[in-house]
């Protein structure tokens, strides 16, 4: 009995793991989830770049000015003058030296520098009735002036107005100047009717200066001095005799305009730069 018993469990046994796969089955394979990239971000927008037009040109405001004198108007710098006397000077025809159309004169006050050989002052010509009173004077400085505002060289006189009984002894920082409306030179010099050193009693700085129109013409004389000339001209320099002083006066006149040259603006008083502003501010109103 145990016998064949034992033979039906062992058959069982078989038929039951002859349906157990031998293998196990592979995974279902599952796809990735797909990459996603970041979204694509487009490039800010811009605005074409607006066309601009170019800038117009404009004329530059004129100079501000606090002092008016019949056709003259000008700013003037309370630290050249604490104020001003304004004059018709009238015709005169005598001849000579002593002849002059009727013409405006401005006059400073508390300038600077006092007791000098000439006050300091600017004057307004017109030309038209000065050159039919001294037509050979005054066509020839107008001709002067105009070729040198025009980049002309530089002669042995440059020319100035009014007419003085002296002649011009040297120049030095010389340069074409600007003014409200016209144009004209600059420079210092000093007058005299023999050979007189050069001294800061008599130097003075002046503009001489036609209106673009020709109308008038405007001469600025002042005063001016620089510490390495003597106070007055007096003494011939380095204890020279008159005629030694004489003799040697070209080569003096060469080597004193080569220093007067080689000063800085702010070396005289007062400041070139300063006497150079007040020009430029000159307006005439006819």
């Known amino acids: 009995m145990k016998r064949p018993m034992i033979l039906l469990v062992c ?16 995974p279902t394979l599952t796809s990735a989830p797909p990459a996603t990239l970041p979204p694509a971000t487009q490039p800010p927008a811009t605005q074409p770049p607006t066309a601009t037009q170019p800038p117009v040109a404009t004329q530059p405001p004129a100079p501000q000015t606090n002092v008016t004198c019949n056709e003259l108007a ?3 710098d309370p630290a050249l003058a604490s104020g001003y006397d304004c004059k018709t000077i009238p015709e005169a025809s005598g001849g000579g030296f002593d002849v002059n159309p009727k013409y405006t004169e401005l006059t400073l006050q508390g300038y600077p520098l006092s007791g000098r050989f000439f006050t300091p002052h600017i004057d307004v010509f017109p030309v038209q009735r000065f050159s039919e009173l001294a037509p050979d004077t005054v066509n020839h400085d107008v001709s002067t002036l105009q070729a040198l505002v025009s980049g002309g060289p530089v002669g042995d006189s440059l020319p100035l107005l009014p007419i003085f009984n002296a002649a011009q002894e040297f120049r030095a920082q010389y340069k074409v100047q600007q003014f409200a409306g016209g144009s004209g030179i600059r420079f210092i010099t000093q007058y005299a009717q023999f050979t007189d050193p050069i ?25 001016i001095s620089n510490p390495i000339l003597p106070e007055n001209g007096d003494n011939p320099p380095n204890g020279q005799s008159p005629q030694e002083f004489s003799n040697n006066f070209p080569t003096y006149v060469t080597d004193i305009t080569n220093q007067l040259n080689s000063q800085t603006s702010e070396s005289f008083t007062p400041a070139i730069t300063a006497l150079d502003a007040l020009v430029a501010s000159i307006t005439i109103q006819p």
């Open 11 to 26: 058959l069982a046994i078989l038929t039951f793991a002859c349906n157990i796969s031998t293998t196990a089955a592979p």
């Open 199 to 223: 001294n800061n009693h008599e130097l003075f700085y002046t503009f001489q200066g036609l209106t673009a129109d020709g109308k008038y013409w405007i001469s600025a004389i002042l005063p």
């Open 74 to 76: 000008l700013y003037l």
